[in-house]
């Protein structure tokens, strides 16, 4: 079905969701994304900061790593490189 235009899709047998049952949906609720496990050195105030905010501090890191890096369109959650980053020296 992937390579069939949406145009060619039967779905006469697949009823039309009601607002009812979209009311609860969530958007991205399964998006899981590519880990690979690399080695970051980082300066020590700056991971000293890091554990200050509790637990977690891993997963902190990921979020500013990513936030930095990448643009989310609050529209449709899709997610695209950040292009206004500038390399610091």
Known sequence: ???KPQ???DFSEIPELTD???KNAERG???RPVKRQIT???DADVLE???SQGKGYSETRIGVTRSLGVQVD???SERRPCTKLKRVQ
Do not use: C, D, N, P
Request: hydrophobic content about 45%; cysteine-free.
């Open 1 to 3: 079905m992937g390579t």
């Open 74 to 76: 609050a529209t449709t």
């Open 20 to 22: 009812e049952q979209w």
């Open 29 to 31: 609720r399964f998006y």
């Open 49 to 51: 900061w890091l554990k």
């Open 40 to 42: 970051a050195r980082v």
């Open 7 to 9: 145009s060619e899709i």
